[in-house]
């Protein structure tokens, strides 16, 4: 293999330059290098313009791949964004927060978001979006529920990789955890979540989901204490995103019986009582 520049005559440029390109890492020149070249010349581009084309599409696509690589590091359950978030679906939400958090401005000043609503209502999409916004901003995300982030710790624990995998979730510049409350945490669980929220207040940005209004929380957790210091470190610095309404599932279903018509050729049965309906 070959590892230094050689200035071997018998070797041919082409295969010397793809050589030096792959050992240097520039994929998007190998692969542009003769289009652009064929481009410069019609178009009479000068040498240092012809670089400069192909430069740029290599930033281009290195820019691209960071993203796509942070989006496939951040372990997102589906890959959603504010464009197909409906906004009138929602009216509780405050949307020029939102729109203004999907900027990302709060990662840098280490601020945390708590979303808080019934189940339905977008916080899950709200937060992928928010998540994906900060992945194309170049932040490092990662994505999880409470109950499976209760779960790697104790595993972790179990393991005696607990050190390691705190350092993990501490360097992540956005951490979110969604749908805290659906399940009661144990005494264990509880405290490793504390930690993990304590070591990130006013490190790095985390975002919280639940169903619950804080008066509650300390169900969650089962200790008041704990929940008191706990949204003691959390809502130091935070956005609260207040998302009660209608599911928008439960929404989207009714208006889709709405609009199917009712088949004529079919007996009509009362769900409730199996009874058949007069047509
Ligand atoms: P939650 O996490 O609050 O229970 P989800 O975010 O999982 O709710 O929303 C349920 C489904 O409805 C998802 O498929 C989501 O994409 C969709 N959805 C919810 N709210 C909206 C909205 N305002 N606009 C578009 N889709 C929405
Ligand atoms: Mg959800």
Known sequence: MMTTASTETSTP?????????RQLKLPTVLREYEKVAAEAARDGLDHIRFLLRLVELELIDRERRMVERRIRAARFP??????????TAIPSLNKPL??????CEYVVARENIIAIGNSGTGKTHACLALGLAACQRGFSVAFTTAAGLVHQLMEARDEKRLLRLQAQLSAVKLLIVDELGYVPLSQTGAELLFEVFSQRHERASTIVTSNLPFDEWTSIFGNQRLTGALLDRLTHHVHILEMNGESYRLRQSKARRRMAPTPIDEPRVDADTGEMLPS
């Open 13 to 21: 440029p082409r295969v010397l330059l793809t050589h030096h390109l």
């Open 98 to 103: 939102v729109l203004e958090l999907a900027r």
């Open 78 to 87: 589906a890959v959603k964004s504010f464009d197909t978030f409906d906004f």
